[in-house]
Structures are given as C-alpha cells and as structure tokens.
C-alpha cells in the first residue's frame, strides 16, 4: 500500500488555475421487499446467510426471474429525472472473481440501459442548478466480506438485492456541489418512495470520479476514481482532498495516475487501492437467461400518473407563490411527509400570504417540539389544522406571538385546541390602546428612578419597563402597543 | 496454424482463473490457436442482421415483488467446504481490496 | 424381460396390475448390477430411494388412487440433472460430492408423473463433449461395440437406454448431446425447440443453446416423455408461454403430403457410404409413405461450426465462473489467499476439455473482441435461422444424417477441433434453436447403429414424432439387441 497522502495545509482550487471535474456513480438500493431476480426477502441486519435461496447463492441449475417491482422503481426514477426510457433494454453479465458475487457474475446492464439523458435539480445557493446525468440502469448487488484476522467471512444476505446505478456527467464543478448532488438524490429517492437512502446502511453508496483541469481547457484531465464514501460529509472530504492532491501533484510538475482510491474517513486521506494483477475486463455480453425488457405504454402511463410534484419544483413553488426562503424551502421539501404537512397546514390555512409564517412555526416549534420527544413529523399531535388555527390567532393579533408558542408547547402536550386553551387561560392580547395607556401610564409613574434615568439616557431600561406591562398584564399586552406608547410616555 | 503467445494464454488464464501448469500452458497455445483459427470464418461474414436473442421471440417476464422463505442459514452454508458458524470462509482477501 | 419393455408398455402394465412398479425396478436394478460394472452408464444408483418411490406407486395403484402416466416407469438421468438428495456431479470433479437442496423442473414433473428415478447417469464433464470420454470419473461404453464411444455428451443416457438399463432417460442437449449419442447408440433422442422444457435445474452448459430431451428405445416412449416434460415454468425467464400438445396422439402414421427438405449441405462432404444410404433409405421410406421429398439448400451451414465454437464456449465460460470452491463443491487444499484458491480450485477441479473451452469462451468475450465473435457469431444464427426460415415455406421437416459416421473407437479423436467436427450436423438446430430428433434407421455392416435426424419448425415437434415414427414402423430395428446384452 502505497502512504496516504497526508497533508496540512490544502491549496483550495480557487487559489490556483485549476478547475475540477467530477461526475459520480451512486449505487441506490431499490426499496423492493424481495429480491432482484429471486424471491429472498430483502431485510437490513438479519443473522448472515439467512436471506438466501438457490438463485442467490448461484448454486449450479439456477436462473434469475426478474422482480416488477425494481423496473417500476427505477422507471420512476428515470421519468422524475426526465431521462429517455429505453422501450427495450437488456441485462448484461459483468464477469469478475470476488467471493461476495456468487455466480463470478454481476447481473447489470451495458450496452442498452433502461434510462439515460436525464437530470437532477440541485439547490444551491437559494437556486436550481441542473446536473446532467448520463444514465439510470438496473443491476443486483453483491453480499459482504468481512475481515477476521487471516480470513475473510462472507455474509451473501445483501446479494441479490436490486440497485439503481446513477451515473451523472462530469460536470459537478466543486466537492460542495458533489455533495449537494447527493443530497439532491437522497431526498428525491426518498421522496418517490424508490428508496430508504439510508447511507448508513449502505442503501446509498457513491463512488466519485475526479480530475482537474486548467480553466478555459476542454480536455479533462486524467481521472481517479474514489471509493468508499459513505456520508454526504465525506463526499465533500474526500472530494476536495481528492482535488488538492491533484493540484499540488500538478503544480508540482507531475502526472496523475489513473487509479482507484480508497477514503479513510478516520484519517481524512485517501489512498491507493492495492491495485491486484489485472485491469478489470468484465467481458460483459447479454445475459441469455433474461429476454429483453420491454416497456410499454402501460407500464409507462401509470408511473407518470403516480408521480407526485417533485421536490425541486416544489421548491421553487415554495419560494416564488408562498415566500419562503430557500433556506426554509428546503428544509422543508429535505423530507416528503413534512412538506405534506406543509401543504396542509397551507390549504388550511385563509389567503395565501402565510407561508413564511407556517414555515417558521413548523421549522422551529413544531420540530422542535417533535424533536425533543423523539418523534418524527407523521407522529405529531399537532394536526395541521391546528397549527393553522394557532398560527390564526397571532396574525390576527388574537394573542401575541409569545403566547403563541406557550399555546402551542399545551396544546402539543395536551391534544386542547388552541382557541379552547386561550379562553381558558385568558390570555387574549390586549391591543386596546386605551387599556394600555392606563397601565403603561401607571407603571412608569410607579417607577419615577427609572423614567428619569432611562430619560437621562440609559436605554438598557426600556426593556425594565417592557418587562413592567407584561407583568402588569400577564404577559398579554400587544408588545408593539406596549413599545409604542412607553415610547410616548417615556418621551423618547 | 497460429500458435498463441505463451502471455496472451497466461493472461487469459487469469482472467478466468484457472491454474495451468507450465505443460498444460504449452498444450493450451496450441489448441487454442487451432481452435481460434476456425474463428477466422466469421470474420468473413459480413452482415447487418440483428443478433439472434431467441428462437421465438421472448421478453422479459416479471415476477410479482412477493417474498418467499428463505433457505436457513445452516442449510445455506452446508455444502461450502469451509465455513464459520453461518458464513462462508474463504483465505484473506488482500488489504487494499474493499 | 420387464426390463425390454417400452416405458409406454410399462407404464401400461403397472396401471392395469399387470406388474407392479417394485417388480420393474428390481428387474432393472439387478440388469444395472449384472452388466454396469463392463458399460460404465451409471455414476450413482439410488436403489433405495427408487424402490421407496416404486413401492408408493404400488400402495397408490392399490388404493385405487389416480396414477401419472409414468408411474413407475424407472427412469435415469443425465448428471448434468439437478436432483434433490441426490448428487449431482456434471461428471466433474469441482461437483464432487454435491448433495443439491432442490429438484430441476423437469425432475420434478418426472416425479409428478409417477416415474421412478433410478440414478445419474455418466456424461462428458457439464456436458462438453461428444463422446463421454470427457467424464472426470469414467468411461461409458457403447453396448453395441465395447471399444466405441456411446457418444456424447449424454453417453451415460443413449448408452443405458439401448441397453435396457433403465426404461428410459433424460439428456440434455447443446449441439447434438442427445440426438448424437442415440444414433451411436441405436435409440431415439429429441431436443424441443428452444425454451419448451425448462432449465431450471439443468446445470448450466450454453444458456442459450441447452435443453432438456428424452432418449428412449421407441418413438412412443419419447413423445410420452416429451409430453411430460415440456411446459411453461416461471422459474425460467426463457420458457415458453406455449400449450403442450399431445404428443402421443401425433403418431398418427400418416404422412401423405408430407415435405420433407433434403439440404444438400448436409449430404456433401465426408460422410461414412453406409450411413448416406441408410438415410437415403430412410428418405425413401418417407416417400413411399407419401411424403414429397424436396431438395433445398441451407447456404449458411457450413457456419454453424464457427458460430456454436464461439457461442457455447464463451457462454460456458461464464455459467462455470460460479465453481469456485467457496458455497459449494472442492476447493483446493491449503490456498495461500483468494487468488490461490479460486486459481487451484478451478484449475484441479476443471478437466482438460471444460478448462479449454473456459479459455476459448474468455478469449471471445473479452473486450474488444466481442462484436467479432460473440456478437458476430449471435449474427450468423441468425441468419442459419432465416435459412430454415425460408425452407418452412417450401418444407415441413428436413431430413439429414444425424451424424457422418457411425460410433467411432475412443481415443480416435486425435485433437479437439476433430472431435468438433463430429458434431456439423447436429449444431444448426441448437443455433437456430429448433426441435430436432434423431431415429435409429439402420445399422452398419458391423452392426453399428445409425441415426436419420430431422429438423423441424418451432413448435412442431409432433411433425417430427410423426416422421420419425413412420421411419421406426418401416424399418423394424426395434427388437434387435446388442450382443451380450440381450
């Protein structure tokens, strides 16, 4: 093994003339509930080698039967993407010698894969990037191999399993937009129910192409591939270690090996894979146990039906008709359900102007309620009707904006409806100017010290005063008013 | 009739990981190549017709996304001739392999 | 003897009680006993389990519960036949020892039908061959001549079926592996049309290419066994959605009109006198039977060879990469690391033929060299396919030699590539992916069998069952036995 490159201090790629190139490979395992081309339960953390069957383990005189599930899954993906779906496709054999790939065999696809030419809306910076992706096909993945000491134990519970491979073009133009594209994927899989994406079972795994060029060049530049990146945070890590090395090999007169890295999340490096005696010539030819796929108009008429309104198109329908911040806009469609919730919460809720405002009580006292109790947004007690009703009360100035979240922390505890929990405690705000005035007018005469210093000049006691109503009024004096008319009566 | 170069057999042997003996090597590059130089026929052939997938015409049929039982662990691992508890063994894959 | 019968006439006697199924195993157990040892078809026999299943067809019959129409007909298969508990080694090595979990399809409607399953029988290693010679553990001999080959790859089946070692037997067939051992053998043998029977549990030889046939001492036995075999299975992505007809009732005997294709690429070149006039005997035959001979031409035969040579090694190659020694089979002892192991394993597992086709099929499939062979060769069906294509509009069968001479000696084939060449006539039909039987008509001056095959459209093997039972009524080889055996 050949020593990680380790280093200090990284030249960012802007400092330099360089520009990096990076397409990505991201493995998606399909959310199917059994097998690509047999019947196996698919399930994550079973005791090894329980989800096997004969197809499974290759075992001589088996032959694959190919699940509708993962076709509908992936033609899904392939129409979110607007890619051209292929009316014929066909399975391929790719040939290599691992012990987690039974048959010495991967079934994929080569020449004639089910989806290409389509792409994927990133969010950056507030706006839509669109990356372009070479193409979407169909394959089953391979089991594990672990080390125990001078041997190797092969768990083959994951082989079979149908993936999805992704493949953009090489056009991510930086590691953030690297990971940004993940992201990107992640929520749009998880959005179309086509995947759980969950990295940290390896249900999402990407592998990253990376080269850099000269700005203005047309060429790209010789490429490494990098693997074992499993987190958005080491896409980006890896990625712009990947690029630095490159520019200081470059900078420094040398070339670029094409090679395969492995990412050492522990370390922060990367480092040559032992490359073994041969390049890899998978031979791969169609596979004569599987005609070709064909799909057809019906096929396709009912996945275009199915699909809902995608996130990036929600996203900007968030920005643009409700004025959310991209920020807020994409947090909020990061997860379907709670952009279904917003939606509701929306189509509850009169006009059309409150969308800042829903975001905001969803992003921060919703979660944050649901967060400190463990839940997730399917399980809130607070429907979105409710949140509509409450949100109501303080645009409309019913109660103040501070009360509100005190409504809201009993209602999300309790199940009481906002309006009966403000009529039971009372806690109108009161915006009468009239009503104010007394007691602004009694609590600064209550406090002649304060009045003449603060009129002397020490601002810090505005908020003594602020502090004065509201405990003159149970915290229900209209904050506004109240300043208002301190002001007034205070005389600056 | 052409006999092939002794590293395109080793090469071939590799990708197909089959052992050969140095003798079975030199036997190889002469089989090999007479059997190869049959291969030369279909060079003559010039034809744009579409490859033959099926003898009737055949496409892909789907299987409902149905599970079914799974062999048991024990009965997975039977017939492998080294095993540990429910895994397969198999000799240290080298490092720098994931 | 019991052990002469037809399967149909057997089949016949246990359902009337004429005879009872634990009676026709025996018979055929001590007859494997007396005379196994010297012909070398059987790799294992599995008395026990058969005369347990012949006794439950026994109980059944005298319960008057309904029986298949095989019941208790005892019947062998080809090793390259997964049966469950019972090994199943493709005559290799790599296998050795391997107890499958699970029945193929056909295996399993073998059962169904009541069939009795005497044991596996010997074949060239995952069915490479033509003379199973190739076998990694012995050698079959052909009853008729104990220095010939029963020829292969289905050598341990023809050679058993002629003599009577088992009513009938299952093969497989790639590019003449059944139809090529029952000429040499004096037996029937029938390859369906591609994707008929199902390959699930077939051991994997050439996926495109393997199928499933019986080889039987009648033309009845084999439409009988054909019948219950064939049909859809989804358990194999290539099996046809297509009914099953009754075979049996095609053999109507009556073939007026009948054009029967004579190509005359399969009648030029080197082919043994006798076996040229037994076929144009068999030609004759058919005429006299009212059938209308018609010369045609099929321009791209002599192609066949090429193209099977690149398909069926390079397809191989990929259905033996999953014997590595790991889930199941031999691994090599004491292997350094993971190369080591896969290496030896494959490298002591494989015999000389599969390991040379391993290479050839590596070779094709490599990159840069796909579109000139494998592609180019899956082109080149093609186009044999449209050459029968054409024939079907003036034809409904084509006759021709199975093969160009009768069983040759083992060892005779001096290189592979000659040993190729045995099987020029067979191949078309698995390339073109037609039925195609082969019937015993006539034998040579040394009492050597000879076969007249016949191709047929898709779908149509009943025209073939038809022919070929005319050839068998008229030529009346049935009661001739082999010398020693009878």
Not at chain 2, 61 to 84: F, G, N, T, Y
Not at chain 3, 123 to 131: H, I, K, L, W
Not at chain 3, 376 to 389: G, H, N, P, V, Y
Not at chain 3, 440 to 462: M, R, Y
């Amino acid at each position: 093994m050949t020593a990680p490159d380790t280093h200090d201090t990284e030249p960012t790629a802007a400092a330099s003339e360089w520009e990096p190139v990076i397409g990505l490979e991201v493995h998606v395992q399909l959310a199917t509930k059994s097998k690509a081309f047999s019947a196996s339960a698919v399930e994550f953390g079973a005791p090894p080698n329980s989800l096997t069957d004969p197809t499974v383990l290759g075992l001589p005189g088996t032959l694959p039967v190919f699940n509708r599930a993962a076709l509908e899954l992936a033609l899904k993906l392939g129409v979110a993407t607007e890619s051209k779906i292929r009316a014929r496709s066909r399975f391929a054999r790719k040939h290599y010698f691992y012990p987690d790939l039974p048959k010495g065999y991967q079934i994929s696809q080569y020449d004639e894969p089910l989806c290409e030419d389509g792409h994927l809306d990133l969010i950056l910076g507030g706006e839509l990037r669109r990356v372009k992706l070479q193409r979407i096909h169909l394959e089953e993945d391979a089991g594990k191999n672990m080390h125990v000491g001078a041997v190797s134990h092969v768990d083959l519970n994951r082989a079979g399993v149908p993936l999805c491979e992704v493949v953009t073009a090489p056009e991510l133009r930086s590691a953030e937009e690297a990971a940004e594209f993940m992201r990107a994927l992640h929520r749009l899989v998880r959005w179309l129910d086509i995947s759980e994406a969950d990295m940290e079972k390896g249900q999402m795994r990407c592998d990253a192409n990376v080269s850099v060029r000269r700005v203005g060049e047309d060429r790209l530049g010789t490429r490494t591939e990098l693997k074992n990146i499993n987190s958005f945070r080491f896409v980006q890590n890896a990625v712009e270690h990947e690029i630095a090395r490159q520019i200081r090999i470059l900078d420094g007169g040398g070339r670029i090996e094409q090679e395969t890295r492995l990412w050492d999340a522990v370390a922060g490096t990367s480092a040559t894979m032992r490359t073994k005696e041969e390049a890899n010539d998978y031979r791969y030819f169609p596979d004569p146990d599987l005609p070709p796929m064909v799909v057809d108009g019906n096929m396709m008429g009912s996945i275009l039906r199915s699909l809902p309104e995608l996130p990036a198109a929600r996203f900007t329908r968030y920005v643009r008709e409700h004025g959310l911040s991209p920020d807020d806009a994409r947090t909020i469609i990061s997860d379907r359900p709670l952009a279904e919730y917003f939606e509701a919460v929306v189509k509850a809720h009169p006009g059309d102007r409150s969308g800042r405002m829903i975001a905001n009580w969803m992003l921060t006292e919703l979660l944050g309620a649901l967060n400190a109790d463990g839940k997730d947004i399917g399980e809130s007690p607070v429907a979105p009707a409710t949140l509509s009703e409450l949100i109501r009360m303080v645009e409309d100035g019913t109660i103040s904006g501070k009360i509100g979240k005190e409504v809201f922390e009993e209602t999300f505890k309790t199940g009481e409806a906002p309006k009966a929990i403000v009529e039971r405690r009372g806690v109108q705000q009161i915006s009468d100017e009239a009503a104010l005035w007394e007691i602004v007018d009694k609590v600064v005469g209550a406090n002649p010290k304060q009045a003449e210093a603060y009129a002397a000049g020490k601002d810090g006691l505005f908020g003594f005063f602020v502090g004065q109503v509201m405990k003159a009024t149970q915290g229900r004096a209209n904050p506004v008013i109240t300043s208002d008319l301190l002001h007034k009566r205070l005389g600056r | 009739m052409p006999i092939l170069p002794r590293k395109e057999v080793e090469e071939i042997a590799l990708l197909a990981r089959l052992h050969l003996e140095p003798d079975e090597i030199e036997k190889m590059r002469v089989e090999l190549g007479a059997i190869l130089d049959h291969f030369t026929a279909l060079a003559a052939v010039d034809t744009d017709v579409a490859p033959m997938t099926h003898a009737v015409p055949l496409e892909l049929r789907l299987r409902p996304d149905v599970p079914e039982p799974s062999l048991p662990a024990e009965e997975a691992v039977r017939a492998a001739p080294a095993k540990e508890g429910q895994f397969f063994v198999v000799p240290a894959i080298l490092p720098g392999d994931s | 003897m019991t052990e002469w019968l037809t399967a149909t006439e057997t089949a016949r006697r246990i359902a009337a009680g004429e005879l009872t199924a634990v009676k026709a195993v025996d018979a055929y157990l001590a007859r494997i006993a007396k005379h196994d040892g010297e012909l070398g078809a059987y790799l294992a026999v599995d008395a026990e389990g058969a005369r347990a299943q012949a006794a439950s067809i026994d109980a059944a019959r005298a319960a008057s519960a309904p029986l298949g129409p095989l019941a208790g007909v005892p019947i062998a298969l080809k090793d390259v036949l997964v049966t469950r508990g019972l090994a199943t080694t493709a005559a290799s090595q790599i296998l050795g020892g391997w107890i499958p979990p699970y029945d193929g399809t056909a295996v399993q409607k073998l059962r169904n039908a009541g069939a009795v399953i005497l044991g596996k029988l010997n074949c060239d290693e995952f069915a490479m061959g033509s003379s199973t010679e190739n076998s990694a553990y012995k050698k079959t001999k052909n009853p008729w001549d104990g220095s010939r080959v029963p020829g292969g790859s289905s050598g341990g089946s023809s050679s058993a079926v002629a003599a009577a070692l088992c009513s009938a037997s299952l093969g497989t067939d790639t590019g003449g592996s059944i139809r090529q051992p029952a000429a040499f053998c004096g037996c029937v043998g029938i390859k369906p049309t591609y994707g008929r029977v199902s390959r699930w549990g077939v051991v994997a030889f050439a996926s495109s290419l393997d199928q499933v046939g019986p080889l039987a001492r009648s033309v009845a036995d084999a439409a009988l066994l054909l019948e219950v075999i064939c049909g859809f299975d989804p358990h194999d992505s290539t099996s046809l959605d297509e009914p099953v007809p009754d075979f049996r009732k095609a053999l109507t005997g009556d073939i007026a009109g009948l054009r029967v294709g004579i190509p005359a690429e399969y009648f030029a070149g080197a082919i043994d006198d006798e076996v040229r006039s037994a076929v144009q005997r068999a030609a004759a035959i058919l005429q006299e039977k009212g059938a209308e001979l018609v010369d045609i031409s099929l321009p791209h035969t002599e192609l066949a060879l090429p193209a099977y040579y690149v398909v069926a090694p390079a397809e191989a190659s990929s259905n033996l990469a999953r014997y590595d020694g790991i889930r199941f089979g031999k691994a090599a002892e004491g292997a350094r690391d993971l190369l080591d192991l896969y290496q030896r394993s494959r490298g002591q597992g494989f015999g000389p033929e599969v390991k040379r086709r391993i290479m050839v099929g590596t070779y094709a499939l490599r990159s840069g060299y796909y579109d000139a062979y494998y592609k180019k060769a899956q082109q080149i069906r093609a186009l044999i396919k449209r050459d029968f294509d054409k024939a079907w509009q003036h034809v409904d069968v084509v006759l021709t030699p199975t093969t160009p001479t009768a069983a040759f000696r083992f060892g005779s084939k001096s290189s592979p590539v000659d040993m190729y060449l045995a099987d020029v006539f067979t191949l078309s039909c698995n390339l073109a992916g037609l039925p195609g039987i082969s019937v015993p008509c006539g034998f040579t001056t040394d009492g050597l069998p000879i076969g007249a095959q016949l191709l047929g459209k898709p779908l149509d093997e009943a025209t073939l069952l038809r022919t070929a039972h005319v050839i068998e009524s008229a030529v009346g080889l049935a009661d001739r036995r082999p010398k020693g055996l009878a």
